[in-house]
């Protein structure tokens, strides 16, 4: 860590309640397991998570009633880019061929933060 990144560090940690400083050490101790151990990572999935038809028409019921009525114009673009695989943000547009890259080169953190 940086010299300047220990006061930064307090600063921060000051603000967290209790449960999220467990929890984050919690994480962090996960993800070194999982990472020095990629198998335990990987034991509790069965495989890719497929939705089934009750929770499609949960999710659609859902849909309806959090945004009744036509799409607006604007609504119907991003869905569409959504379809297509592409992401617009900052006036800036980027496809993702096959998988997205999420540590993209070229991009700023920002643009990044949002492919999230």
Same mark, same amino acid.
């Given at each position: 860590?940086?010299?300047?990144?220990?006061?930064?560090?307090?600063? /921060?940690? $000051?603000? !967290? @309640?209790?449960?999220?400083?467990?929890? $984050? *050490?919690? !994480?962090?101790?996960?993800?070194? =397991?999982?990472?020095?151990?990629?198998?335990?990572?990987?034991?509790?999935?069965?495989?890719?998570? $497929?939705?089934?038809? =009750?929770?499609?028409? $949960?999710?659609?019921r859902?849909?309806?009633?959090?945004?009744?009525?036509? !799409?607006?114009?604007?609504?119907?673009? =991003?869905? /569409?880019? *959504?379809?297509?695989?592409?992401? @617009?943000?900052?006036?800036?547009?980027?496809?993702?061929?096959?998988?997205?890259? %999420?540590?993209?080169q070229? !991009?700023?953190?920002? %643009?990044v933060?949002?492919?999230?």
């Amino acid at each position: 860590m940086q010299v300047g990144g220990w006061g930064q560090m307090v600063r /921060t940690v $000051r603000h !967290l @309640t209790p449960r999220q400083l467990v929890a $984050r *050490a919690y !994480l962090a101790a996960r993800y070194r =397991l999982y990472a020095q151990v990629p198998r335990v990572a990987r034991s509790g999935l069965a495989g890719p998570v $497929r939705p089934d038809a =009750l929770g499609l028409q $949960r999710l659609s019921r859902w849909l309806a009633l959090r945004h009744p009525g036509p !799409l607006s114009p604007h609504e119907r673009e =991003l869905a /569409t880019n *959504a379809m297509e695989r592409r992401f @617009t943000f900052l006036h800036r547009s980027e496809e993702a061929s096959g998988r997205v890259d %999420w540590q993209a080169q070229g !991009l700023s953190p920002l %643009w990044v933060y949002h492919l999230h």
